[in-house]
Nanobody
Framework: QVQPVESGGGLVQPGGSLRLSCAAS????????RAWYRQAPGKQRDMVAY???????NYADSVKGRFTISRDNAKNTVYLQMNSLKPEDTAVYYC?????????WGQGTQVTVSS
């Protein structure tokens, strides 16, 4: 098994942007939709967005119109473009399949939105 590797997080001011990347190889990542999740301190991990093999996308209501998920199959990579960031977007962001499999949780990447 290969764990996804997330990158691109950091500290950004409210209203700013970040682009997260997730590299993952393995057959399962080409079969199932790819997804981003996030977990804020003291809260459960929630799905943020997912993208299917046919490039159909779905977003949590809280990020619609601000976040965009995309994928590059040749690079086995999925991206999350995050614009108009808010303090409530602060969390550790993870990628996995949708639905998720416990086996494929990686280390995540921290996103902090603060002035």
């Amino acid at each position: 098994q290969v764990q996804p590797v997330e990158s691109g997080g950091g500290l950004v001011q409210p209203g700013g942007s970040l682009r997260l990347s997730c590299a993952a190889s393995g057959t399962i990542f080409s079969i199932y939709p790819r997804a981003w999740y996030r977990q804020a301190p003291g809260k459960q991990r929630d799905m943020v967005a997912y993208i299917t093999r046919e490039d159909r996308t779905n977003y949590a209501d809280s990020v619609k119109g601000r976040f965009t998920i995309s994928r590059d199959n040749a690079k086995n990579t999925v991206y999350l473009q995050m614009n108009s960031l808010k303090p409530e977007d602060t969390a550790v962001y993870y990628c996995n399949t949708f639905p998720s499999f416990t086996t494929y949780w990686g280390q995540g990447t921290q996103v902090t939105v603060s002035s």
